[in-house]
């Protein structure tokens, strides 16, 4: 079945940056899109940005625009989300979705940022 | 960056209709915002009720529904049962980018 699986939790220290890892299995990866979300402590989702797989486009909110990058390896079949400039606002559960329709979901990744 | 409302909160009685809305700052929603319907229960990965304004997931149950009303992207649940109490965000996409609501927090009582 279609799944997405994320790498586990992180504890990150200002300043610093994490990547996020989302492998896809199960459906073609290569014709698909990843979208990446957050949800912070309370509980408010956000749009963070997307990565369509078979051309390497990326589309960012502008939030996260001089801070995010999303890669893909289509080799193993899995996206990335890389953070940098981390601050303790930045704690907050990670997602990955599958296509336009965000559909399977990740299991989510939590990112700590403490000093 | 648009800003995307939603109720807080709503309650429905079981059996009951219950519509909730998003509205976008920037003006009146329409189909080219593709507006979404996310459904998160507590502890629970969200999930895809409707996508591109009406158009429902497999797994979406027939009580959910979604829609323009107004100015605004609707979702309506006729027949509101128990395990529908959850929190409900609506998405929106802009040429910016996608922006989510605040959600709203639906009780069932």
């Known amino acids: 079945q279609m799944q997405l699986v994320q790498s586990g939790p992180e504890v990150k220290k200002p300043g610093t940056s994490v990547k996020v890892s989302c492998k896809a299995s199960g459906f073609m990866f290569s014709s698909s899109s990843i979208q990446w979300v957050r949800q912070t402590r309370g509980q408010r989702l956000e749009w963070i940005g997307w990565i369509v797989v078979g051309n390497d486009n990326t589309h960012y909110a502008q939030k996260f625009h001089q801070r995010v990058t999303i890669t893909r390896d289509m080799s193993t079949s899995t996206a990335y989300m890389e953070l940098s400039s981390l601050e303790s606002e930045d704690t907050a559960v990670y997602y990955c979705a599958a296509g336009v329709r965000f559909d399977p979901w990740g299991p989510g990744t939590l990112v700590t940022v403490a000093s | ?109």
């Open chain 2, 1 to 109: 960056q648009a800003v995307v409302t939603q109720e807080p909160s709503l309650t429905v009685s079981p059996g009951g209709t219950v519509t909730l809305t998003c509205g976008s700052s920037t003006g009146a929603v329409t189909s080219g915002h593709y507006p979404y319907w996310f459904q998160q229960k507590p502890g629970q990965v969200p999930r895809t009720l409707i996508y591109d304004t009406s158009n429902k997931h497999s797994l979406t149950p027939a009580r959910f529904s979604g829609s323009l009303h107004g100015d605004k992207a609707a979702l309506t649940l006729s027949g509101a049962q128990p395990e529908d109490e959850a929190d409900y965000y609506c998405l929106l996409s802009y040429s910016g980018g996608r922006v989510f609501g605040g959600g709203t927090k639906l009780t069932v009582l």
